[in-house]
């Protein structure tokens, strides 16, 4: 499977990106997508995921400021980021794969990552 990331850039605060993530290949047994985005310093945490079992879920940073979604006609997902602000500024990982019904990982893939800049 490859993932490919599009739409980061540069914005000013309060702004609003939409992320996209094209997922390509062997794609049927996908069944977790998810955003993480990995600040200079800062170790890579979870942004928002979208599960076929348990739904869409989205770190307490969000605040309801960003909408992940997924088109499967055309294995891609998003992440429309709106009242951006400097904080939000990081590298943004598109993350796919298969969990089980505890929402352990089963394997995974990882796509190179788009950067964000958010100016104050």
């Known amino acids: 499977v490859q993932l490919v990331e599009s739409g980061g850039g540069l914005v000013q605060a309060g702004g609003s990106l939409r992320l996209s993530c094209a997922a390509s290949g062997s794609t049927f047994s996908i069944n977790y997508m998810g955003w993480y985005r990995q600040a200079p310093g800062n170790q890579r945490e979870l942004v928002a995921g979208?599960?076929?079992?348990?739904?869409?879920n989205y770190a307490d940073f969000v605040e309801g400021r960003f909408t992940i979604s997924r088109d499967n006609a055309k294995n891609t997902m998003y992440l429309q980021m709106n009242s951006l602000k400097p904080d939000d500024t990081a590298v943004y990982y598109c993350n796919a794969g298969r969990r089980d019904g505890l929402d352990l990982v089963l394997y995974e893939y990882w796509g190179q990552g788009t950067q964000v800049i958010v100016s104050s």
């Open positions: 979208i599960s076929s079992i348990s739904g869409t």
